[in-house]
């Protein structure tokens, strides 16, 4: 089984800049796939970007020059830096990972809350 916890959330102006980070109970980064998820009041969950185990990115269209996902294998840590926030942007972001890439994200972490004033 597999702990994630997300850490970084808070409240910020638009134009802000905020980094999100995801630890997990043990080691998974480097082999694992990770993605980083959003979900806003009376929306659905959507994806906002992925990295894949040997590090290539993909990213939702609407943060695409935003945001950057990284790890950190040693730290075992996954980020998700987002800058030029806009209030669009607020929602519970959730960290994921899956074990097998062509497969569901299969552990969640308990989400932070990302609030974006303008």
């Known amino acids: 089984q597999v702990q994630l916890v997300e850490s970084g959330g808070g409240s910020v102006q638009a134009g802000g800049s905020l980094r999100l980070s995801c630890t997990a109970s043990?080691?998974?980064?480097?082999?694992?796939?990770m993605g980083w998820f959003r979900q806003a009041p009376g929306k659905e969950r959507e994806g906002v970007a992925h990295?894949?185990?040997?590090?290539?990115?993909s990213y939702a269209d609407s943060v695409k020059g935003r945001f950057t996902i990284s790890k950190d294998n040693a730290k075992n840590t996954l980020y998700l830096q987002m800058d030029s926030l806009k209030p669009e942007d607020t929602a519970m972001y959730y960290c994921?990972?899956?074990?097998?890439?062509?497969?569901?994200?299969?552990?969640w972490g308990q989400g932070t809350q990302v609030t974006v004033s303008s």
């Open positions: 994921a990972a899956k074990k097998l890439c062509f497969a569901g994200y299969n552990y």
């Open positions: 990295i894949v185990s040997d590090g290539r990115t």
């Open positions: 043990r080691y998974t980064y480097s082999t694992y796939c």
